[in-house]
């Protein structure tokens, strides 16, 4: 559980970087400078609800609960504002570092920057399309803890109740995504060159040949 919670707030600072360089329109008090670079507590607050709110799926209120909760926090340092100031601060760095060496304008990073965006709208949009649909009743939790109870041996109730929501919120997400998709597939109809994609794949088999005679 921490190792997935560490990723995935490593891929959401990253997928969130390319607006670190546009934060004019967040007021407030001075939290943090880097040089003329400044962030304050409305940037450092929208910027924390939206990355707890993402891997939690729970509203403010709840994640100031969770924040509060030393057990969780030490499965999520990020949690405590300081350390995710802290975490902010530290990317801001390395990224106008790499920015000034030239590195946005690689390709590759473009591509990456723009499938993280893509990633990131598409959460937020099924997130908040879904979010009264896939939230468990009592009776699913408690199911699941019945079924898998020495699983959650020594977890307080609490944290083995949030696990399982959060659990069978994704699960509900998952099938409302797929049934999503499949209808806009049939709306909007899709066409691949499946034909050239062959010959594409077929020329790198190619390259990757051993040399005949070796």
Known sequence: MKSRIIVSTSVCLFAIVSLLGSCSK?????????DSDTITIDELNTFYYAQQKSLYNLPKEKIDELAADPAQVAKNPTLNKQEFLEQLIRQRLVYKKAMSDGTGKDDEVEALMQMAEEA??????????FKNEIEPTAEEVENIYRQQGARFK????????????????????QIKIRD???ALRDEKGIKKNTEFLK????????????????
Do not use: C, N, S
Request: aromatic fraction near 8%; hydrophobic fraction near 35%.
């Open 199 to 214: 010959k594409e794949q077929h020329k790198a088999e190619k390259k990757t040949e051993a040399p005949a005679g070796k």
């Open 26 to 34: 967040y007021g407030g008090e001075w939290v943090a400078k880097i």
């Open 180 to 182: 999503m998709v499949e």
């Open 120 to 129: 990131v709208v598409v959460g937020f949009y099924v997130r908040e399309k």
């Open 154 to 173: 020594g977890v307080p109730a609490d944290q083995a109740e949030m696990y399982i929501k959060q659990q069978l919120q994704q699960q509900k997400l």
